[in-house]
């Protein structure tokens, strides 16, 4: 009886501390999770093109820094690589795009810049700017990818196997710079997922 009142409490404490470690990794993961839901590859006469659905919240981190004026900015890239067996695959064709996120106070709306260039360039590859009366709704139209073209007909070789890569990322580059030091290993910044799919030859016939 005198043994199990001292080990008792000890395995108490043990398993307390195992199920709050594991309980902030889970939430560290969470915080952090990006996932494609869907994905698909579509060749017409003119182009190959591709659409997803993403999936992903933002941490309760990163909302506070949107709310106190601290822009965000996520990239897609797209690249199409020929597989070469004597050589490196060759880049076929590769494209990005730049969503700059960020609140508004004195009109508590939420603005959302779409560029095929580097954010920080100002009005450079600027292709789109929305305003949404939430977080959630621009949330929504940075997470869906419709109809993107990826390549044009004519620089896919039908003869040859190629490689599709996505990835998409939360761009801590683009923020301030004592954001980036503390930004630098911490799970709930890391939104990123990456997407790779090989298109056999016939497949681009």
Known sequence: MHFLRSVRPEWAVRWLLTACFLS?????????????????????????SFSAQLQFELSATVEEALLKGIPMVFVAETELLRERWYWYDKSVA???????????????RWRLNISSGAASAAGQGLALNQS??????????????????????????PAVRHRFEFRFRLDLGQLPRPFQI????????????VRSELLPPEVVK
Do not use: M
């Open 94 to 108: 590769s494209s990005a795009r730049h969503f700059r996120l960020a609140f508004q106070p004195l009109t508590r």
């Open 132 to 157: 949404f009366d939430t977080l959630q709704q621009a949330l929504v139209t940075i997470k869906r990818i419709s109809r993107w073209r990826v390549a044009g007909a004519n620089e896919l070789d």
């Open 24 to 48: 902030f990794c889970l939430l560290g993961r969470a915080q952090g999770a990006a996932e494609i839901v869907s994905f698909e590859l579509e060749r017409s006469s003119e182009e190959l």
């Open 182 to 193: 503390g930004a630098i290993g911490q799970s709930e910044w890391d939104i990123s997922v």
